[in-house]
C-alpha cells in the first residue's frame, strides 16, 4: 500500500456502525482533575469512566469497544469500558508516554514518548507482554500516531508535517508538508482507510481538513484539500470550499465518525471547548456537549465492515485513485 494526498471526489458510503458510541475527556469538576467519559453518537447524559484526581487524556478505543486506553501522569494505561479493570501499561520515571492510539487488531498501542525530555518518538507496547519498541528515531516531535485500519501503517505529526512509517519502523516518508506558518495536528484516518482528516493552524484561523490517500502512487503531496468547516458558531455551520474558522474559535482535537459519514472535533465555543459533530453529507452541524464543561479529544467506536469488505464494494473510478489499488 502505498500513500500520497490526492484531490478526489468524496465517498461517502454507509458503513454504519452499530450500537456507536463516543469516548471523550473532559474537566467537569473544578475539584478534581480532567476525566474519561462516554456518551451515545448525538451526546446526551454521559458516563463517567475514570474518577480520579490525575488528569486522563487521549483516550481510544480498542477495537472490539471494550476498552480504553488514556494516558495518565505520563503513563499508558487500560480501563474496561464500565469503568473497571484499570491496569498500567507503561512504567518508568523520567519520561512521558502521551496519545495512545489502538492496533487494528488489538494487540499492540503506539503512542508517542518523551525519553530524553527534549524530542518524542513513536513507540509501542505489546498489550500481553508489556514490551516496549521504539518506531522512529528522529531529532523532532514525532507525535500523535494513527494506525491505518488496516494495521500497515502508522501515520503521525513532526515539524508541522505528517509522515508515514511501517509499524516495524521501515519505509518512513512525508506524506503531507505543511504551509509556512500553519503546522498540521493530526486527526486520524477514516474506517475504509481511503482519507484522512487534520487540522491546520494559522493567523487567519483554524481549518478542518479532509484529504483522500492514493495507494499506488509514491512521495508526492496533493496541489489541493478539501478544506471542511468553514465557520463555526453554536448550533450552526457555514459551509465553503476554503471558509475558515474565524480567529477567536480554536479547534482543539478533530476526528471522522465510527461510520466516516461525519467529522467528530472540539471547539471553543463561548468560552469553553465543547464537542460537535459535522455531518459531511448534510452539512449538518450537532453540538454534542456543552457549557460549562472543558472538553479535549474524543473517539467513535462502532461495528463496521471489515477494511478487506469494504475494498470490495468501492466503486471503480474514484478521481485519480488507481483501479488497480481499489481492486486490492
Not at 162 to 181: E, F, Q
Not at 201 to 214: E, P, S, Y
Request: net charge neutral; glycine share 8%; aromatic share 10%.
Amino acid at each position: 500500500m502505498r500513500l500520497y494526498i490526492i484531490l478526489v471526489a468524496c465517498l461517502w458510503f454507509a458503513t454504519s456502525p452499530l450500537h456507536a458510541k463516543i469516548v471523550f475527556s473532559s474537566h467537569r469538576d473544578d475539584n478534581a482533575g480532567n476525566e474519561i467519559f462516554t456518551m451515545g453518537t448525538d451526546g446526551g447524559e454521559p458516563i463517567q469512566i475514570t474518577n480520579n484526581r490525575h488528569d486522563s487524556f487521549s483516550p481510544t478505543w480498542s477495537p472490539d469497544g471494550h476498552q480504553i486506553a488514556f494516558n495518565r501522569d505520563s503513563h499508558i494505561y487500560v480501563i474496561d469500558a464500565n469503568g473497571e479493570n484499570l491496569r498500567q501499561l507503561t512504567r518508568h520515571n523520567d519520561k512521558r508516554d502521551l496519545h495512545p492510539d489502538w492496533s487494528p487488531d488489538g494487540k499492540l498501542i503506539a503512542f508517542d514518548r518523551f525519553a530524553d525530555h527534549h524530542h518524542a518518538n513513536i513507540y509501542t507496547v505489546d498489550l500481553v507482554t508489556r514490551v516496549v519498541r521504539k518506531v522512529t528515531d528522529f531529532d523532532f516531535n514525532a507525535q500523535a500516531p494513527k494506525w491505518s485500519p488496516d494495521g500497515e501503517w502508522i501515520l503521525f505529526q513532526g515539524n508541522g508535517d505528517l509522515h508515514a512509517i511501517r509499524p516495524d519502523g521501515s519505509d518512513k516518508r512525508i506524506v503531507a508538508k505543511h504551509r509556512l506558518g500553519e503546522p498540521k495536528w493530526l486527526g486520524g484516518w477514516s474506517p475504509d482507510g481511503r482519507r484522512i482528516v487534520y487540522l491546520e493552524w494559522g493567523a487567519a484561523g483554524d481549518r478542518i481538513v479532509v484529504a483522500t490517500l492514493d495507494m499506488d502512487l509514491l512521495n508526492a503531496v496533493a496541489e489541493k484539500e478539501v478544506f471542511i468547516p468553514p465557520q463555526v458558531t453554536i448550533n450552526a455551520v457555514t459551509f465553503g470550499k476554503e471558509a475558515f474558522i474565524p480567529p477567536q474559535v480554536t479547534i482543539n482535537a478533530v476526528t471522522f465518525g465510527a461510520a466516516g459519514q461525519s467529522i467528530l472535533f472540539v471547539a471553543d465555543a463561548g468560552g469553553r471547548n465543547s464537542s460537535f459533530r459535522l455531518r459531511l453529507d448534510t452539512h449538518e452541524l450537532i453540538q454534542l456537549t456543552g457549557a460549562p464543561f472543558y472538553d479535549y479529544t474524543l473517539q467513535e467506536w462502532g461495528r463496521r465492515l471489515s477494511v478487506s469488505s469494504i475494498r470490495e464494494m468501492l466503486p471503480q473510478t474514484l478521481g485519480r485513485v488507481k483501479a488497480k489499488a481499489l481492486s486490492k
